[in-house]
């Protein structure tokens, strides 16, 4: 592809994964905590996946970024399965990584609730991304020429992107390949910063974000005094 730069977004020094659990009661408190009072929205409450990744996102803001820059970017890229998007659709079992990268940027100045900052562009820009979207993708370099522009800005510090991808639901504890089924399956580092992961729990009823971060950022995401209390 014209202009693809195949290290685009990569990052190999200083880099650290963790993982963070979250149980039953602590993903239901943050799904409260998210939950919209409009009763005008279709789903008011958040998903499992869509409060963590509000909670995540402004906790590491938070955390990182104690005084917001108004001239920076605060981009979130969400990855979006396209087996069932596409015309017509793939089957569930399909192989390979039939997905596709949505993004959408947090406000600035905004009395940031979470749910309408984080959760209501999240869903919207999942919307958005069907067989139509991906073609005009690939006629106009669209998608590829935001990343390099993003790419070039956040090398220069004028971006604080983050990234979510959830593979819940994933039957990843079905997975035999002729030694048994796993007793537990997780993530190694991936040499992106900024990435969060989701694994469902193998007893299902919880999740296990594996977050990818600069060494100097782990250590203020995980002193939060809000991260350690879930």
């Known amino acids: 592809i014209s202009g693809f730069n195949q290290n685009m977004g990569m990052i190999k020094e200083k880099l650290v ?3 963070f659990v979250f149980d039953t009661s602590a993903i239901a408190a943050i799904r409260d905590k998210y939950t919209s009072s409009n009763t ?18 402004s906790r590491f803001i938070a955390a990182t970024q104690p005084e917001k820059d108004i001239s920076k970017l605060y981009p979130v890229f969400q990855t979006v399965n396209m087996r069932t998007r596409l015309d017509p659709p793939l089957p569930e079992n399909c192989f390979g990584n039939i997905s596709q990268s949505t993004v959408f940027v947090v406000p600035n100045e ?7 900052s984080i959760i209501l562009p999240m869903r919207d820009s999942i919307k958005k991304v069907d067989l139509d979207y991906v073609k005009k993708l690939l006629e106009s370099d669209g998608h590829l020429n935001f990343m390099a ?11 604080v992107a983050f990234a979510f991808t959830s593979l819940c ?3 990843i504890y079905e997975a035999d390949f002729g030694w048994g089924k796993p007793i537990w399956g997780g993530s ?26 600069m060494e100097e950022d782990v250590a203020k995401f995980e002193e939060d005094k809000e991260v350690m209390e879930y």
């Open 17 to 19: 994964i963790k993982r």
């Open 40 to 57: 005008e929205i279709e789903y008011p409450r958040p998903t499992r996946v869509e409060a963590l990744s509000a909670f995540i996102h």
């Open 110 to 116: 905004t009395e940031d609730d979470g749910f309408s």
């Open 188 to 213: 190694t580092k991936m040499l992106y910063q900024n990435l969060v992961t989701f694994f469902d729990t193998k007893s299902g009823d919880g999740i296990e974000a594996w977050i990818n971060l």
């Open 169 to 171: 639901r994933f039957p």
């Open 149 to 159: 522009e993003v790419t070039e800005k956040a090398n220069k510090g004028e971006v």
